[in-house]
């Protein structure tokens, strides 16, 4: 019997089993493990869902580290293709390549809610919206300001 069988009065069955008291304890440790890894994985959002906005993420960042930047923009929702296009005056590529993005880093934590994510990266915060041929970054190079929303140096109208 140890510590925390004795202060609740439980003991171990004859069978060797952990009595009652022991094993309600352990259910809900394990239960509480278990909400733990489902919101820490995005909310609750299925494990595909998560995996497909964290693999864009990433793909999206290694294309920037490459100066893919043709590639970066394939990776760019569409609106936020086309404001970058108008901002600059250039097509996405050239443009992309004069903002200069720095490297974000690894992902470090992914919230998925519906069609929408929110990945944060060691430098940087992106927002993701899933279409029908997948997932692609509506901002990028996004910081939170004091009690106001996130400012993006890239995103859509």
Known sequence: MDAADAQVGARTTAAGSPSPG???????????????????????????????????????????????????CALLAPETRRQLEDDTGRRCGPALAGEKPPAAGTVRGTQ????????????????????DDGWKVAAAGCARESGRPYRCSLKGG
């Not at 998925?112 to 279409?131: C, K, M």
């Open 22 to 72: 022991r094993a309600a304890r352990c259910t809900a440790a394990a239960l509480a493990v278990a909400a733990a890894a489902v919101l820490s994985s995005g909310c609750g959002a299925d494990a595909a869902r998560v995996d497909g906005a964290r693999r864009a993420a990433s793909a999206f960042e290694a294309s920037l580290a490459r100066a893919d930047y043709a590639g970066a």
């Open 112 to 131: 998925v809610y519906g069609r929408q994510a929110l990945l944060t990266l060691e430098r940087d915060t992106l927002f993701l919206s899933q279409f």
